[in-house]
């Protein structure tokens, strides 16, 4: 199960794409802004392979609001949607 210890402070994901994996799943986490507000952008795939080598559509995806609480709301998406993933 993710933890928020599993991930890097939003001002990482202000500068970057933030990305990871966690037993047989890919994540990743973008900035974006949608409607003049700051969003938190989640991707979520079966690995084995990585973001641009995955095809869109085998690719869950989520906006939370940008702060600490829209983050622990991804983190909990992430983990509620991990066995559905997993097994693709």
Do not use: H
């Amino acid at each position: 199960m993710l933890t928020r210890n599993d991930f890097l402070s939003l001002n990482f994901v202000k500068k970057e794409d933030f990305t990871g994996s966690y037993k047989g799943i890919r994540f990743l986490l973008r900035q974006e802004t949608a409607d003049d507000e700051k969003k938190l952008k989640v991707f979520l795939w079966s690995e084995p392979f990585g973001f641009e080598a995955t095809e869109d559509d085998k690719k869950m995806v989520k906006l939370f609001d940008f702060s600490e609480d829209g983050l622990n709301n991804a983190i909990d998406w992430l983990n509620e949607n991990y066995e559905q993933v997993r097994k693709q």
